[in-house]
């Protein structure tokens, strides 16, 4: 059994024989290699986290946090607003707010009001993603203004425009032939 050495009793004699001669040089290692105890901050946007901040992250990114920020967005749309363009605060009503798709839909009283909207909806956007953290709001929806409703100044235009008389009063023979004849019928009995 003394007689030869296997691949593996060669390799370790080899491997002892190396490390005699690395101490005879000098050039072994003494210390253990320090621990790198920096944090890393990656040039894509890709940074180490917390566990909380990763279970976070991951809740809000699959909306599981949405039903709150729903909420805080449309309750503070009125301070986001008048954050954003004072000049249609109570002007506008926000109705509704998708987190999924970051979409914020909102009605104007006017038209004018709808247009203006939508050339100030960059700024309405980042004033709402400051205002409520976690919003994600990336597109405003302007909907089709809805009328008024009618208020003690509204019913009293209303009825000043409907007293004033037409500018001509019809004539019989203005009136198509099918309503001709019913007025006829109408008279006759």
């Known amino acids: 059994m003394t007689g030869e050495l296997s691949g593996v009793d060669l390799a370790r004699q080899a491997l002892n024989a190396a490390r005699e001669t ?10 253990k290699p320090k621990r790198r105890t920096t944090t890393v901050v ?22 599981m946090a949405a039903p709150a920020v729903v909420g805080n967005v449309l309750a503070d ?5 008048a954050a954003a363009v004072p000049e249609l605060a ?3 009503q926000a109705v509704a707010f998708d987190a999924e798709t970051g979409r914020l839909d909102v ?7 709808g247009t203006q909207l939508r050339w100030s909806a960059p700024r309405l956007i980042a004033a ?12 405003l929806n302007v909907l089709v203004p809805v009328p008024v409703e009618a208020g003690p100044a509204t019913a009293a235009a209303e009825s000043a425009r409907s007293s004033t008389a037409p500018a001509a009063p019809m004539r019989p023979t203005d009136l198509p032939e099918g309503d001709r004849e ?8």
Do not use: C, S, Y
Not at 77 to 81: M, R, W
């Open 77 to 81: 749309f009125d301070a986001i607003l």
């Open 107 to 113: 009605v104007p009283d006017l038209p004018a009001a």
């Open 42 to 63: 990656r040039r894509d946007g890709r940074e180490p986290l917390g566990l909380g901040a990763a279970i976070g992250m991951m809740m809000t990114e699959r909306g």
């Open 90 to 92: 109570g002007r506008v």
């Open 22 to 31: 690395a101490k005879k040089n000098g050039t072994t290692q003494t210390k």
């Open 182 to 189: 019913a007025i006829a019928a109408h008279r006759a009995p």
């Open 128 to 139: 709402a993603n400051e205002k409520v953290p976690g919003a994600n709001v990336r597109a």
